[in-house]
């Protein structure tokens, strides 16, 4: 019986404009997969992510890294774009879940993009609970960020159903026993969810 739902944000719930910004910023086309790869493992954003850095070191530190001659205003301004609003529906299928279940958001991102979100009305307080990487020291798919999280839910994980659009984070999440999905939108969740039925009072 699944009695809590955990949610990725961006690329599940918040439109992204991941892609074809980041692709600008690196002048050269990035397929989804490598865009993925390139973000738990690029050292400047590991570590913005994982809350080691601040936004003017983390700009500093990925101009650096990818060699980029850009202003870093402009860089901030591009970065901060890459997480636009939330889907349309969104909020009405965050706000039926709650209803049934036990909500929290699970999400690889940093203070910049947390805190223009935050500004979003209805949005992050909806959630009973927020995972967010830079405040837990780790990113996803590490298998730590997950046992973290099972922990602090106090709960199986088999009563758990996880929805991300990564691959490599719903394969982590379900070598944990969690069950996972890969979804792209929140009506690709609500539509999952309610195969779950209501759990019981």
Not at 63 to 74: C, G, I, K, N, T
Not at 151 to 167: K, M, S, V
Request: hydrophobic residues 45%.
């Amino acid at each position: 019986m699944i009695t809590h739902i955990l949610l990725d944000m961006g690329g599940v719930l918040v439109e992204l404009q991941w892609q074809e910004r980041m692709e600008a910023l690196l002048n050269r086309p990035l397929p989804m997969a490598e865009l993925h790869h390139l973000w738990v493992s690029a050292v400047s954003t590991v570590d913005f992510e994982s809350g080691r850095t601040d936004f003017d070191q983390f700009t500093a530190a990925f101009l650096q890294e990818f060699d980029l001659s850009l202003d870093p205003a402009v860089f901030q301004r591009e970065f901060l774009a890459l997480v636009q609003d939330p889907f349309p529906d969104c909020l009405r299928v965050l706000g039926d879940l709650k209803a049934r279940f036990h909500l929290s958001l699970l999400s690889n991102t940093n203070p910049a993009h947390h805190e223009k979100l935050s500004r979003i009305e209805g949005f992050l307080p909806t959630f009973d609970r927020l995972f967010l990487s830079y405040q837990m020291g780790c990113m996803k798919p590490s298998p730590q960020i997950f046992e973290t999280v099972i922990a602090h839910l106090d709960t199986a994980p088999e009563q758990i159903a996880f929805f991300d659009d990564g691959a490599r984070n719903v394969e982590a999440a379900r070598a944990l026993g969690i069950q996972a999905f890969r979804v792209d939108s929140p009506d690709q969740v609500w539509a999952i969810a309610q195969g779950f039925g209501a759990p019981p009072s």
